[in-house]
């Protein structure tokens, strides 16, 4: 494909082009005439030349039909439509620029600009989708304050909403009203939103440091207002937790979120107006499950977070997207962590890193958190800027200290506030308050992949030192061939046979527990180490790293008991399940019996019973870590010995602890569903055990009574996936039952659908067509194809990777029809494709075969072409 380039594909940015604009636009009213399939669209900026002597401006525009074009009130006739927007001629310095678009929200499947969700209005305009509502400078270092006027007929959509402060309304002929807001901050275009339709609302205030009192607003269908409670808790808890652990306060007097059906993200944080997809909004006991409540926590979280971080400063360029995502995800981690389980939430961000982002660093669109080179930036929404991202973030927060963080942060906003900046400027503005030099640190941003840390460490009984020698490495991933060392802050302990910390130090000085990693290979040598240590490396996952040591079993076992650190507990017990998973790989290979010793088993065991340990930390102690992340610490993946063996793992462990799981499962139970995380700990646990306990003789019986007894959908749901997983009689029936119950609610059917795609049986793409045509399933809906198509392709890979290649032409078919209807959707599930190189031969031809066929449609979409053209080209 790459080989034979037409006038017609897609062409890359370079970051290294940057260049700010000619003209600048400071102020903007706009007017909207809502209407289904012609709504008119009346934009009246207020723009400045910025380079004397330019009279020329070119705005992007997308799929609209140009009515007029005015400069300073008069018919400006010098100007030429492209096919990427509009070229006005022949400018003054400053003028008025008045341009009317008619645009069709109906037919405007994308979801991207304007568009119709259910009966509403809505618009999402990030990265690039404000030129779908007008002509206009749409990129991020163009900050203008907006005025929004929109009208609309007052029956059908009472309710008209955009960024900002309400600051006029009224009445119009032929039934139809008016709305109009003031945003005082400046912003770019990609964070205007209007909504238009008829809710329900729920309404609370809450009171700023300052003593500000602001109202909050939570709008959602109709008949869903039970659902929203939880949402407004979790916002008012995010205010708070602002102001007082970053010292800051929300800025305007209304904080608005609305909950809609077809959203491509997850939430989007407009000044002023969130547009949230319900599913990260809507909770009640019967319909969400903890797991739900918790995103819902922390979305809420992440999207006001962006307030300051994203919003009052904002990024220059699309390439520094992980300036505001990357912080923004650092923030709502801590303040998940600070309000529930901070060693359970750092495990699962760090299961995210170590599986489908190591993937992703190993694959054909590996790149930099800070990418170089974008053709559709809506492909950039990776785990690398957002996840990756924030690791390094947190990796700042670990050499700088709480304090020296915190002082970087003032200083960032007493530099930015109001700007668009690039991640250059954080990092220095970190740098110059704490006096620590981050020049080798910012190859973070700049270098892609995943380093491997080596460690060998000696131990000199007579000198009573400790030798611990890291050689780090980081392979040549796509575009990028040459690797330099990285500035690794690595998290060491070590301890002595009795669990006792032995504190670091060197020459009679204590040594701090980080290690500066700043060379290919170095060596940290301990005095007065009185005995032969066993050292914990990477605690808290200092550094998103591959770490290489040859670890005893003895000593895992050791760390899984007396570490301090709860995380690197949960690690070791991860480092001696790799072991065996590895071992065992080699074994099924081979032909051979999988064996899984006694003492590990009594090592989670341990665990299990160990009555010091919160019960959610023990859930994800006897967690096993998922067939893609196991896939992912291959060259070459043998999906079958993979799920052949983890497969026989949890039935080895569920037979040898069934008796213990069964009292633990017993005495967990709970009367009445709280949520509380004290509550919400005991049900994973319980639920943790039900999964294996599934695999007995006992879990037909026990699966089945739980469903049936179950008054929440927490508990109902884990009885379900139990049933699915473990292939359980009871499946059909339940399966059967709960579409029955729950088929009117879409966003319920999202678990039911995930199940279906996740099914083991044989038969699963079987299972994945038929259930397509359930009255609930539509493939124009984002999150009802990424609840079936997604949890079958990405996370059903014994199934996906059959041999016969039906689930790579499955793939092939659903791409087909959402490049022209959704190519962001479309985008997100193609991803199983892109690592096709990484398995056996067979399997590459067979799925290489699927990429040729989509290289060769035509009109294929630019979120698609770009990852179809590096994959074939790697």
Known sequence: MADQPTAA??????????????????????????HDTATRVVAVSQVKQVNEGVTSLTLDGDELTLCRVEVNGERWQDYEETSQGLILRQLPAAFELTIETEINPEANTSLEGLYKSGGGFCTQCEAEGFRRITYYLDRPDVLARFTTKVIAEKASFPFLLSNGNKVGCGELENGRHWVQWQDPFPKPCYLFALVGGDFDVLRDTYQTGSGREVALEIFVDKGNLDRAEHAMHSLIHSMKWDEERFGLEY?????????????NMGAMENKGLNIFNSKYVLANPATATDTDYLGIESVIGHEYFHNWTGNRVTCRDWFQLSLKEGLTVFRDQEFS????????????????????????????????IRPEKVIEM?????????????????????????????????LYFERHDGTAATCDDFVQAMEDASGVDLTQFRLWYSQSGTPVVNVTTAYDADEQRYHVTVKQHTAPTAGQKDKQPLHIPFDIELYDSKGDVIQLQRHGEPVEQVLNVTQAEQTFIFDEVYEQPVISMLREFSAPVVLEYDYSDEALVFLMTYARNEFARWDAGQMLLAKYIRRNVSAVQSGETIVFPETVVDAFRGALLDEKLDPAF??????????????????????????????????ILATELEDELAAIYHSLKQSGYVVSHEAIAKRSLRNRCLSYLALTAQGEK?????????????????????????????????????????????????????????????????????TMKHPAFSLKNPNRTRSLVASFCANNPSRFHARDGRGYQFLTEILTELNTTNPQVASRLIEPFLKYRLYDEARQGLMRAELEKLAKMENLARDLFEKVEKALEQ
Not at 379 to 408: C, D, P, W
Request: charged share 20%; aromatic share 10%.
């Open 9 to 34: 594909q897609p062409t890359a940015k370079f970051r290294a082009d940057y260049q700010a604009p000619d003209f600048t636009i400071t102020d903007i009213d706009l007017t909207f005439d809502l």
């Open 251 to 263: 800025d305007l007097d209304i904080y608005m979120i609305v909950a809609v059906d077809f959203f």
């Open 337 to 368: 962590s600070d309000l529930g389980s901070r060693p359970v939430n750092r495990i699962n961000n760090v299961r995210i890193m170590r599986g489908p982002q190591f993937a992703e660093d190993r694959g054909p669109m590996s790149h930099p």
């Open 378 to 410: 809506n492909n950039f929404y990776t785990l690398t800027v957002y996840e990756k991202g924030s690791e390094v973030i947190r990796m700042m927060h670990t050499l700088l200290g709480e304090a020296g963080f915190q002082a970087g942060m003032k």
């Open 618 to 651: 023990i859930a994800e102690m006897l967690t096993l870590p998922s067939e893609n992340e196991v896939a992912g610490w291959y060259d070459v993946i043998d999906v079958d010995a993979i799920h052949t063996v983890m497969g026989a793992l949890e039935t």
């Open 702 to 770: 026990l699966v089945a009574a739980q469903y049936a007894q179950a008054d929440n959908m927490t508990d109902t749901m884990a009885a379900m996936a139990a049933a699915n997983e473990a292939q359980l009689t009871c499946r059909e029936a339940q399966m059967q039952d709960f579409s029955e119950k729950w088929q009117h609610d879409g966003l319920v059917m999202d678990k039911w659908f995930i199940l279906q795609g996740k099914n083991p049986a044989e038969n699963a793409l079987d299972t994945v067509y038929e």
